[in-house]
Nanobody
Framework: QVQLVESGGGLVQAGGSLRLSCAAS????????MGWYRQAPGKQRELVAR???????NYADFVKGRFTISRDNAKNTVYLQMNNLKSEDTAVYFC??????????WGPGTQVTVSS
């Protein structure tokens, strides 16, 4: 069955960096678009960044210039490099297959907490 497992979350000070990973199994990873979403307490889940199977990327305005999404098809893994983290980046981060939010598989999420 399809499994997505996020890792790399944790507690970091404002201005710091984290690198999230999402390892996928049960899918042909190389042909899947992949995305990172986040959900803060009391807020709706929102798109952070996504990457096409061909490598083109799309970012939410609030992370442009700070976050970078990438993928390694040989490792069936998608990454989210997060730099210059802010307290408002505190959320649970999820990876997902597919381009949109409606269809696809979700991972269980990893907590990112940024202390100010």
């Amino acid at each position: 069955q399809v499994q997505l497992v996020e890792s790399g979350g944790g507690l970091v000070q404002a201005g710091g960096s984290l690198r999230l990973s999402c390892a996928a199994s049960g899918i042909t990873f190389s042909i899947n678009d992949m995305g990172w979403y986040r959900q803060a307490p009391g807020k709706q889940r929102e798109l952070v960044a996504r990457i096409r199977s061909g490598g083109s990327t799309n970012y939410a305005d609030f992370v442009k210039g700070r976050f970078t999404i990438s993928r390694d098809n040989a490792k069936n893994t998608v990454y989210l490099q997060m730099n210059n983290l802010k307290s408002e980046d505190t959320a649970v981060y999820f990876c997902k297959t597919g381009w949109g939010q409606l269809y696809g598989y979700w991972g269980p999420g990893t907590q990112v907490t940024v202390s100010s």
